[in-house]
């Protein structure tokens, strides 16, 4: 899908709608809850988990389905922290063993596996911004008053 990803419409009612567009009304609000953490996570990730997801829960941005999500952007976060402190130690440039410049491995494993994940969050909706894209089968918000709804017109979606 081309474009910018929408922001979940939680976040817009945040922000006070903005850019003042049509909320969608029919995006899935699975109810907020903190999943439990994962014990597969290392120690950065968990660490992360725990500083993150109970602003998340209070935002009513993370609900027990998300602990996929959030555990793959943890798992990355820690990724990502492991790979500055090797490129720091090591340089973004070494040398193979014959004395040849190289591309740090660290930098290429992480980029791609960020990027493998987000690729796979965002196409089976598993993160908040893209689930702002789905519409479920009611409407879920309040109904939408304008104008014409006293004419009682059928939708077009």
């Known amino acids: 899908m081309a474009g ?3 922001k979940p419409t939680r976040i817009k009612e945040i922000e006070g ?5 049509a909320l969608n009304r029919r ?3 699975p109810e ?5 953490c ?3 996570l290392d120690e950065e990730a968990k660490a992360e988990w725990g500083r993150i997801s109970p ?3 209070r935002l009513g941005l993370l609900a027990s389905i998300d602990r996929a999500a959030l555990a793959a952007y943890c798992q990355a976060w820690s990724r990502w922290v492991d790979a500055e402190t090797n490129l720091r130690k090591y340089g973004a440039v070494i040398k193979t063993p014959k004395g040849y410049p190289i591309q740090n491995p660290y930098l290429g494993i992480a980029n791609t596996a960020i990027d493998l994940m987000r690729k796979f ?3 089976f909706g598993m993160t ?5 894209r789905i519409s479920a089968g009611a409407e879920q918000g309040p109904p939408i008053e304008d104008e014409w709804s006293e004419f009682n017109l059928p939708t077009v979606n």
């Open 27 to 29: 995006e899935p609000r």
């Open 17 to 21: 709608n903005p850019g003042k567009r």
């Open 121 to 123: 969050l965002t196409e």
């Open 128 to 132: 908040p911004s893209s689930r702002s």
């Open 55 to 57: 602003e998340l829960v």
């Open 38 to 40: 994962p014990g597969h």
């Open 4 to 6: 910018r990803r929408p």
């Open 32 to 36: 907020s809850a903190l999943p439990p």
